[in-house]
T-cell receptor, first 113, second 117 residues
Framework: AQSVTQLGSHVSVSEGALVLLRCNYS??????LFWYVQYPNQGLQLLLK??????LVKGINGFEAEFKKSETSFHLTKPSAHMSDAAEYFC???????????FGTGTRLLVSP | DGGITQSPKYLFRKEGQNVTLSCEQN?????MYWYRQDPGQGLRLIYY???????QKGDIAEGYSVSREKKESFPLTVTSAQKNPTAFYLC????????????????FGPGTRLTVT
């Protein structure tokens, strides 16, 4: 079965610093990969997705992620953190042919002034 | 505006009572999902439905039931058999996108926080 591992339940950065949130997946077939963001007491919002084609994917709010098949990774980055980026981020994988998503346990991003 | 609505936002119940959480979508999506979210555990799939009048158990279906009588609606009932029902519940929907290679990206509602005492 497919699975997702997010390294680090909490990541702290200063405003203006690089954001790097790590996601590794396991899948027996080429995966579809997603990053979602969740603000407190709200639902999840799609940040970006990888299906096929270009391995560097750009999303909303200045985030991007790179699919690296050799490393089975899909890390999320943003060059310069804003206070408004403080939230919980979830990586998810969907195997081709199935409608279900499997989510990681989430990483809470803390941004300090 | 199209979207997914969940009501109520906060729900309180006594132990032993069944409770039904509402989920409605006007996105014309075929598939709908219920997730449970607990701190540090991410999202866990309870039930999902790909078409009207059909649904499948997810990873943690015990103590829950659903119905899918209309495309727009997918209510979740938390029964008294659910041993630890206090949690944040999220409803989502998806449609096939991407031509011959659908991605089924999911769109989420705002959630219902259920507290059982």
């Amino acid at each position: 079965a497919q699975s997702v591992t997010q390294l680090g339940s909490h990541v702290s950065v200063s405003e203006g610093a690089l954001v790097l949130l790590r996601c590794n997946y396991s899948s027996s077939v080429p995966p579809y990969l997603f990053w979602y963001v969740q603000y407190p007491n709200q639902g999840l919002q799609l940040l970006l997705k990888y299906t096929t084609g270009a391995t560097l994917v750009k999303g909303i709010n200045g985030f991007e992620a790179e699919f690296k098949k050799s490393e089975t990774s899909f890390h999320l980055t943003k060059p310069s953190a804003h206070m408004s980026d403080a939230a919980e981020y979830f990586c998810a994988v969907r195997e081709t042919g199935f409608q279900k998503l499997v989510f990681g346990t989430g990483t809470r991003l803390l941004v300090s002034p | 505006d199209g979207g997914i609505t969940q009501s109520p936002k906060y729900l309180f119940r006594k132990e032993g009572q069944n409770v039904t959480l509402s989920c409605e979508q006007n996105l014309n999506h075929d598939a709908m999902y219920w997730y449970r979210q607990d701190p540090g555990q991410g999202l866990r799939l309870i039930y999902y439905s790909q078409i009207v009048n059909d649904f499948q158990k997810g990873d943690i279906a015990e103590g829950y039931s659903v119905s899918r009588e209309k495309k727009e609606s997918f209510p979740l009932t938390v029964t008294s058999a659910q041993k630890n029902p206090t949690a944040f519940y999220l409803c989502a929907s998806s449609k096939a996108t991407g031509g011959n290679s659908p991605t089924y990206e999911q769109y989420f509602g705002p959630g219902t926080r259920l507290t059982v005492t």
